[in-house]
């Protein structure tokens, strides 16, 4: 069973940043394809970036050119800098780590862009 946890949710003025971090469990981190996902309240989750096992990335078209996705297997974490943030990017944010049939979620962080 693996364990996931993010943090460096918060409050921010619209253009401000923000880097969210996800720590996992376990000893396979490398080979799991990470994801992040957000939800705002009475709204469906709707998917932000992903990167693949080979660092591969991919974006949601409402987050291109302003959050970037990166991992550290060193230390079994996945981040999603965020960057010019619009209040429209108020959502609870969600680390997900998938590996063929295994899907795991952590809890999900608080962003809020607010003036």
């Known amino acids: 069973q693996v364990q996931v946890a993010e943090s460096g949710g918060g409050l921010v003025q619209p253009g401000g940043s923000l880097r969210l971090s996800c720590a996992a469990s376990?000893?396979?981190?490398?080979?799991?394809?990470l994801g992040w996902y957000r939800q705002a309240p009475g709204k469906q989750r709707e998917f932000v970036a992903r990167?693949?096992?080979?660092?591969?990335?991919v974006y949601a078209d409402s987050v291109k050119g302003r959050f970037t996705i990166s991992r550290d297997n060193a230390k079994n974490t996945v981040y999603l800098q965020m960057n010019s943030l619009k209040p429209e990017d108020t959502a609870v944010y969600y680390c997900?780590?998938?590996?063929?049939?295994?899907?795991?979620w952590g809890q999900g962080t608080q962003v809020t862009v607010s003036s």
């Open positions: 376990g000893s396979t981190f490398s080979v799991y394809e």
């Open positions: 997900n780590l998938r590996l063929v049939a295994y899907t795991y």
């Open positions: 990167i693949t096992s080979g660092d591969s990335t």
